[in-house]
C-alpha cells in the first residue's frame, strides 16, 4: 500500500489531487494482483480507470505546460503518449484470458510514479510556480 507523500508533490495542487488518484489506481491494482479469485473483469475496470484517468490528468498538465510555455513540452508529452501507447497492448493479453497482465500493469503504474511523477513531472515545478501556478 501506498501512501501519498510530500516526496509525491509537484507543489501545484491541482496536479497533486491527480497524482493523488493515480496512487489510489496503483492501490486497487495491487489489490486485484493480490487476490487469488482475481477475474477479468476486476482487471478490465483497472484498465479503463487508467485509459479515464490519463486523459483528463495529461490534459491537465500539457495545458499548464502550454500556458506556462514550458521549455521541454514536447518531450514531457511523448512521455505521456509513450504511457498510453502500452494500454492497447493489456488489452490484447487480457482478451487471451492472460489474468498475469495484472503484474505487468502494476509495474508499468509504479514504474511511472517513481520516473514520470518523481522525475520528468518534478521539472516543470519552477516553471509553473514562476507562472502563478500553485
Ligand atoms: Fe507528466
Known amino acids: 500500500m501506498i501512501k ?3 516526496k509525491y508533490s509537484v507543489n501545484v495542487s491541482m496536479i497533486d489531487e491527480g497524482h ?25 475496470e483497472i484498465l479503463i480507470e487508467i485509459t479515464t484517468f490519463s486523459k483528463k490528468h495529461f490534459r491537465t498538465e500539457e495545458t499548464c505546460m502550454v500556458d506556462c510555455k514550458y521549455h521541454d513540452y ?8 509513450r504511457f498510453s501507447e502500452i494500454i492497447p497492448d493489456y488489452w490484447e493479453e487480457l482478451a487471451d484470458n492472460e489474468l498475469k497482465v ?15 511523477i518523481q522525475g520528468t513531472d518534478r521539472k516543470y515545478v519552477d516553471c509553473f510556480n514562476k507562472n502563478g501556478l500553485k
Open 102 to 116: 495484472i503484474d505487468a500493469i502494476l509495474e508499468h503504474l509504479k514504474w511511472w510514479l517513481t520516473n514520470h
Open 4 to 6: 501519498w507523500d510530500d
Open 20 to 44: 493523488k488518484k493515480f496512487i489510489d489506481l496503483i492501490n486497487k491494482a495491487a489489490r486485484v494482483q493480490k487476490d487469488n479469485n482475481k477475474r477479468a473483469s476486476a482487471i478490465s
Open 74 to 81: 514536447k518531450s514531457h508529452k511523448d512521455e505521456h503518449n
